[in-house]
């Protein structure tokens, strides 16, 4: 069983308690493995992070706040870079943001994060609300034991 940051925990335990009053079994969402390598340029950065949804109903993730920058959301598909929207996260499945892959780009960062750290993101679900997540600065080499 991976461990998961303390806010992560309270973040999870937090929408769990705001479901429990509404009669359906809807999406049940935890974020862990948030970080964020130190940028090299700048002006951006890169994020990434795992999203996962142990409830019956999917959710969508339609934007990405923070208070360093802009931030959007893209994949990688045949090496070719895209922005997207609106990214799915299922029901009983995981949306996971990594190298490579899928992951949150920082623009016109208004400052440079640095190593140790911490950047808050906002992350913004259809039906969830609003999820703020800690995401701690690794060093700009770092490179996860979970893979991503």
Known sequence: MRRLAPVTLVTAAALVLAGCGSGDSGAELSV????????VSDSMAAGFLTITNDGDAKDELTSVTSDVGDVTTHET?????????????????????????SHLMFEKLKRKP?????????????????VTVEMPVK???YTPKTGH
């Open 139 to 141: 060093s700009a080499t």
């Open 77 to 101: 598909v045949d090496s070719s870079m895209r922005e997207v929207k609106d990214i799915e996260v299922p029901a009983h499945g995981q949306l996971v943001f990594t190298s490579g892959g």
């Open 32 to 39: 862990g493995d948030a970080y964020m390598p130190q940028p």
């Open 114 to 130: 640095k190593q140790g750290e911490k950047v808050t993101v906002k992350l913004h679900f259809a039906e969830s609300g609003t």
